[in-house]
């Protein structure tokens, strides 16, 4: 049985409420979608919440997929629950920015970065010295293993533009290890 | 990456960039891809698939039982609404009604004005109601005239008394 005959019948089985076949997504894209978390974030603890979260809504939306590519529309689910995580994160910030100011207890020292940099490797580093968009483009590209006229459309940026983030991305990714 | 995604990416390059251009961009890319694969990233920890997995059947039973809950309220939400229907939709009483009710008094009703002769029931109970009523008229009698006769009784022995009295 092809992979994507195999691929179909576990979706259908998801779509009927079998927990086992969602067992098996799971057990199929778990590492893919952690990865791409991780890559993103830098932080185990947090990719592990990202990864639950994304399951789950996987169980709430599977009515709504209506074919093609899988892997599109679960990085498209992926890179939603990203981007509330930020929104969320930005609505923390604000919130404690106000609190400090209020209290007065604005330190002289630098703002200690979210992620310990202890926990990051060479290439999460210098990951994040890239603007967030590029990371973005460049990780989803790299873990979600779909077409580049796929990633575009889910962008909604035409492919051009996409196409020199990429590269000029990649090309400074490599110069910051190397350098 | 899949081949076929590498050939459509080649494909795309040479589109926007031309041909010279594209073929370093697409170097550029594939180095950039090597270096993502030489630091992988970890893998997630065996128990948070565990919990996924456990999470996933606890929110699939949940759904299930709203499923459940939300049929069988609108089932009972359409027995009620049918009754209420069948309640309250009734409005003034139609022909078929009227007719219905008029069946119950009996066809002599109609055909007679003494219907007390032509019914075998009605005679029965007319006549148990004539002597229930002569029952009643007499005891109505009987309770005028037997207090009364009993206080001229009284009177009349009282006033032989009192003659009796007076003459000493």
Known sequence: ?179 | MEDHARDNLKNLLQQFFGAADAKRADADIQAGDRLLGEYPAPMPERETILRIKKQIAATIWRRRRIAQTLRRSAAVAAVIAFALIGLLGRGPASRTDMFHAAAIIPAAIWDSDNFTTTDVDLVYFTGEVHQIESQLQALNTADDEAPGSTVEDLETELRQIETELSKG
């Open chain 1, 1 to 179: 049985m092809s992979s994507s005959v195999e691929l179909a019948r576990v979706i259908a089985g998801c779509k009927s409420g079998d927990a086992d076949c969602f067992a098996q997504i799971v057990d199929m894209y778990a590492g893919r979608c952690y990865g791409y978390f991780y890559r993103l974030t830098g932080d185990r603890d947090l990719s592990d919440e990202l990864l639950s979260e994304l399951f789950i809504r996987l169980v709430q939306k599977i009515g709504s997929y209506k074919g093609g590519a899988f892997e599109s529309w679960l990085f498209r689910i992926a890179l939603n629950i990203f981007h509330d995580h930020l929104r969320g994160k930005q609505r923390q910030r604000k919130l404690l920015d106000a609190r400090r100011t209020e209290l007065e207890l604005e330190s002289d020292e630098p703002r200690q970065s979210d992620i310990s940099a202890e926990k990051l490797d060479k290439l999460q580093v210098h990951l994040n010295r890239l603007d967030g968009d590029t990371r973005e483009l460049i990780l989803l590209r790299f873990y979600s293993e779909m077409s580049f006229r796929e990633i575009a459309e889910m962008r909604a940026e035409p492919i051009g533009t996409a196409l020199s983030k990429l590269h000029r991305g990649l090309r400074k990714l490599r110069e910051f290890m190397e350098g």
